[in-house]
């Protein structure tokens, strides 16, 4: 029901063309049965993109690069940034070929087609423990950027060195949320957690071998984590954290 | 070092009484050895005290009620609220005769002693699945409001019902952050986060049976959660969300 | 809003003491806010209890004998049938007190008072596989029975000894649907989906030791079953059984 | 043993031909040897068949296409219907030739020959959280459907966005049992398990990565569900739930 | 249906007394729905004990006291022995209190009443790693020794102090089955088996702890030995290896 | 120290050539440092081979084709059968370029050279669930077929269709050793100990899916059997089942 | 075979009195079934005794006091020195009347007598992350001075205050070998082991709830260290970690 | 800050170029933000490396062959030793354009290049259980002899021909620490601690299949060793297992 046709019943019931009793079914039907999508004054499903600047995402893992590309275009058409994870080259020669201004991203993994969006209010600091896991944070700031926020990369500063990571104490402590990457035992966002006083996503990666059991020790590192302020997403889910952060940084 | 005595040491140079090589050698030593800690111009310790208005959180599982109640009264002399997590009865009268303004909250088996702290910007909202939750949920909320917050309780609203929570939609986009509270499939978070446009703070808890494993299938549940904005804590960890929560709200 | 509410704003519409505007508005909010539990016309909680005979069912598990004595009274004041689970001796004695007429079960430790319901329409065939798994197996009786089934009991009848659930392949074709209560290998839902053409509703128990791991032995035998018609509920989850069955008998 | 036999055996006995001692060895051995599948009067085998109209299902897994067409052939040559689940393109192709009337579901991975069978009594809903859940999904539509179901596919629905489902009220009302497919946390059964008064069969997908453990995730989401009715079937498991919800339908 | 019963009727046909198809009738029954149990020519039930010498065995755990006494009193009324596996003192008072003659064994705590059985041919070798892992291996002794069988005990011989066992070649050597029972690694089966060429049944056991996970981490090593001749029963279950050596020393 | 140094010390020491403390230390060193291996008169590995009539079985898994075939050919040098396990195409033309009498046996991927050992003294019965387990049972066959064994299949009676065992039970009763193999929820092993009074041989498969836990649900469903007699050997090891069931079948 | 039965044989070939084929017999047979540790002229259990000034360590879990009393005595009867683990007050009570000059550690729950043994070569450094892991801590500790090592404690040095750590480091650099023993995600020893050039042996304790599941987490973190020089222990085995450290101490 | 900058600074205040409040706040700067690897005077990261000889080890796990190329002839410009472990054909290609003087080891899958490095005191036994254990193996022994060790190694010595190891007595006793390499169940490390003194690392392989897991059967059974000595490195980590022997080595 859109609030045109809201407007019309009413319209009606007032100048007597429509009688209580119909009126009253048909709005009775339209409080149960509506989505809330459908409803027209009232698209709850864009809520979020009002506020965030953006409707969507899409998940490539399990999509053709022919579907990919089509929803890409339909974002587009909306005049929406779109972001697409987990992309492969082929889904980016697909993309490219309806939305010329997409832009790739390898080492993410990620399409993007910019959009003017509201801009966080500070910045949000990214660290990675090591080069491997730069991959998960790079959807991390991609995602980020996205949506209106300013980076500060820290890569490479893994706690094995634990003074790569002392070092950038003012960079860190300039920041108004941090998302700390990291795979095997998953233990810098407890040391990044002890140095500042904002909030920490931890993500942790699929990094590692034998018993890092695909990401579950640095998960379980993260979960335990000693620490005030780490809260943490999926294994790898480098998106999730952008989009956390964005969130956190645009209050 | 202190900074007075880096000052003595530089104004010896200048006035010749001690010779470059060998403030040298005692600046060196400081670069190495000497924790932050104590270096007196920076309690490095004491940051994140003073930008959120307490020092130290006492975990009191695995302590004694007399440790307990001697860290408390050591906290409380240095004017910083206080707060004991998992604080059963026995803790409770030992802190009490030590601190007799001491407060306990039986349902979150939290003590604590208020002080003035700096307050939040909005309300943090409480969701928690079924009423066995509330106790984990209670511990967020005695944290919460301790660290200066004002936390909105919405209580029983699982999904199995779907309309207890959608009933709630206005009081959730009011929030500034949200936690949920949930054991068994630990799904609410999902629905909350698919409602609101602020980050959820998601916390397990171990209530459940069979196959729920103490709460890893709530876990698991929100770690692989669909909706954009969830992080998760530990198993049972009301205290880290609120802290978490609380940190969102203060910026 | 309810159905009176709607129709004094329609009526007023109509009668041009609203205006269309403010109608608009009203109903508007209606549609975002209203749970749909307080919508008057349509009590979506109750739906199930119109269908079934009964509204809400009390997990014990957590619950103090006082709180669960208050809330079967409740339920018994709205003339509504009682049925609380995992229930001990001190919730009996407290349940009794305020609803002398209702009835303990100690082996299946529930809690019933019985009210006409309406009638399933064929029998439930109830097999378990040891002695030891008799309790969870009468929970699922006990909840069947309330809702308004007759149940057929197999008691030990496992595997081991394959002859015994063969002699009761007459009684388990009768059934309309047919509930397995098995731990240990968990193997004895597939053998009697082997032997009849009906759902089959599997509960592992906790019964075992060792590398049962407290059900999951059962229960991966069970998701595993190579026989057709087999569907698994939580490890001793014979409230949920007997609900699910009484939902298939009463089709 | 067949009926034939016996009466000869018996009407021997009673025309003296043969002595009582004899027939009791014969009939001896055919009640300790035999197996009920071959006794003649009572195939057991084909119970199942003559109640559902068809005799068996071939699992595509783990054969090669050539035996796969082979075994199809000779289920075609008895009249019965065909359903051959994960079956890939060579087995299509393998089974075309020997079948030329059989049809393949590609998304569903699945080859079917259609024969006439008793037809059910309502409606199978479907419902499946995501897109990439849909082949899992099709595997149980496509199996309901060659079992003489009506299916009602609802796609999509998952509870990041409450409001799809809810949409669906009516359409989830009117069936009389409930598919419901989801990966990742697999809440969704929860949610429509409390919108229906029938039963709900989960099947949890091998959708999604990290933490999601290949389906773990999801289906330990489903078996510690809060709401009441729902029934779990094995990861990815379409075709079980498809057939469990046909043998509901067709009570 | 009783030999005699079968006799009668065929006895009957013959006479003239009763007709064919009576028969036919009566005998299509007894096919389809006796349990083997009752054919009274063939109680498959006890085939075993014939064989081996006792009926059945009671598994304490989870039993009452006065349960395991009846128990036991029923089957020694039969003339049969009886061993009762995971009996604590209460139900060995309760036992001899029925049973004047029982005897029990506190370490293997287990209730025994011997009676002649057939004697096994050879020895069966028993070695336990720890003291700790005692109790299972006495469990199994009890039960191999009152089945009829020479169990000669090697316990404390672990690997860590690897002559230990290597003293004990000869003895290994004249068994005709070896059982190991070990706890922490589990590797005690390996080297055994490595010593003899006969079958070695191993029995992990819960005994360590940490990442011992209960005897798990025993278990796998168990499973996975790199010697022939190894295989495994369920954590702690001393009584099945005690079984299996001794049908093993029966053949 | 071969027999032959062993002889010349003492005739050394006995004609005075050599003196007491000089051929003490000798033989001590003998006594500390020789492995039984060495000692020339007790060659420790060999006594499996004179007993079971073959000295190596030589595990494809990780090996080149011709460090296979190179194995392979030193084995029949010496005049002893040989075995190699998981055997591709190309390690069989390895094998068969340098020992041509070998055979190949496809289905078990097993490499075989048959020579005169001692045969068994029974048949051994051997079950698989399904088709898909065909595999693991061919390797335990072929391996105790090479071992001087008559074995005796009986393939896809899995308990889905319980009638397919039953129809067996003399050929069961037959055998001096069962083995079974059986993948999914692993539960003919304890169907089979139920009827027989002989050791039964458990294989868990690696067939299945989902929370099939590659072989795992299965292997935890034959742990905790339910029926006396079975043990059980790692997932997919054909080859050990078929070498315990042989050493029972020597006994 | 003590040295004088060897040297006796020697002597009687030399003397003619035994003949060389007899002599052979009698040795060869020594060579095959005599243990190491009846050789009398070589002690195999002794070795490590020698080296390291103690014979043998009683494991406290599992043994009753009386049991753990009677060993202490034996090896203070043989001048050894006695340490006793997871003793709890009651085996402290036995073993005091029994050996008076015995020490009770309460925190470390160990039962020492110390005696003279052979120094280490330098310091054992020992670090815990927190104050709950100090009772795991001691046990290393007090194993550890028993051993004849100098151990410097440094305590409650988590990496959520990282300064704690740092602040030690010439410390930790002034140690010859590091015990790292921690809870939660166990992140400590690669801390510590980036900031020194020795071994460290990691030590997982229980501490923690949740997901830190008994100490696993720490387990998998400290296994999957990035730094190097990390080995690690069982989960709370402080004495093993003691042990080692005394044993590279001691080279 | 260099030590020439300190030095600058120092001599700019005793010449009174400088005012103290302004050198002050220079260096408290250095003191918060410095790292201690840009301190000039005492570069942390090189710590290690002067005292074993080599910096950094490069993990070619997850980098491309231009990587680790760049980064090798990087490390061999400044005169270290290389070591890149997890190095592939196509790495070793890369490598050797740049720095034609590198070696491959295929086995160990590592490329070296060797400088002058102070040598270990003793000798590092390396044993492993089986062949397919040997290039975890090679990866410890190329570790091991790039920094400066003599490697002794004893391939092939399982425990299921326990003689195999027993025969190498000798030279595990004249090692300084025992590298032990294993997979399956891993029991090797035990045997061998309890017949030397010193310490042993224990390396788990992911040899095996079925329940090992990917080589947690061995990692469990090496953590619950029951011999003293006896600390355990991540599944496959040969590496970690030669850098610890080498630390422990040059103690």
New interface residues.
């Given amino acids: 029901m859109t609030?045109a046709q809201?407007?019309t019943i009413?319209?009606e019931?007032?100048e007597?063309r429509t009688d209580?009793a119909q009126?009253?079914d048909q709005?009775?039907e339209?409080?149960?049965?509506?989505?809330?999508?459908?409803?027209g004054?009232?698209k709850?499903?864009h809520?979020?993109s009002m506020?965030?600047g953006f409707a969507e995402?899409i998940l490539g893992?399990?999509?053709t690069p022919s579907q990919i590309a089509t929803i890409a275009a339909g974002i587009v058409g909306r005049g929406a940034p779109v972001l697409v994870t987990r992309a492969d080259e082929p889904a980016w020669r697909a993309v490219r070929e309806l939305v010329p201004e997409a832009e790739y991203h390898p080492v993410a993994r990620a399409i993007t087609v910019k959009r003017d969006v509201p801009q966080g209010?500070g910045t949000i600091a990214l660290c990675s423990?090591?080069?491997?896991d730069i991959p998960v944070a790079e959807e991390a700031a991609v995602t980020a950027e996205l949506m209106g926020n300013t980076v500060d990369r820290m890569y490479d500063v893994?706690?094995?060195?634990?003074?790569?990571i002392?070092?950038h104490?003012?960079r860190l402590e300039a920041a108004?949320?941090v998302i700390v990457v990291a795979g095997?035992?998953?233990?810098l966002p407890?040391?990044v957690?002890?140095?500042v006083?904002?909030?920490v996503?931890a993500v942790?990666t699929?990094?590692?071998?034998?018993?890092?059991?695909?990401?579950?020790?640095?998960?379980?590192?993260?979960?335990?984590?000693?620490?005030?302020?780490?809260?943490?997403?999926?294994?790898?889910?480098g998106y999730?954290?952008g989009?956390?952060a964005s969130?956190?940084n645009h209050?």
Same sequence: chains 1, 2, 3, 4, 5, 6, 7, 8.
Avoid: W
């Fill in positions: 609030p809201l407007r009413l319209d019931v007032r007597g209580t009126a009253y709005l009775r339209a409080f149960r049965d509506q989505p809330f999508e459908d409803l004054f009232a709850v499903d809520h979020r506020r965030q995402v893992l399990g999509k209010v423990a090591g080069t491997s893994g706690i094995a060195g634990i003074h790569r002392l070092k104490r003012d108004r949320v095997m035992e998953g233990a407890s040391v957690a002890g140095m006083g904002v909030p996503i942790p699929s990094i590692g071998y034998g018993a890092s059991f695909g990401g579950v020790a640095a998960l379980l590192g993260m979960l335990n984590s000693c620490a005030n302020g780490v809260s943490v997403v999926n294994i790898d889910n999730g954290a989009c956390i969130m956190i209050l």
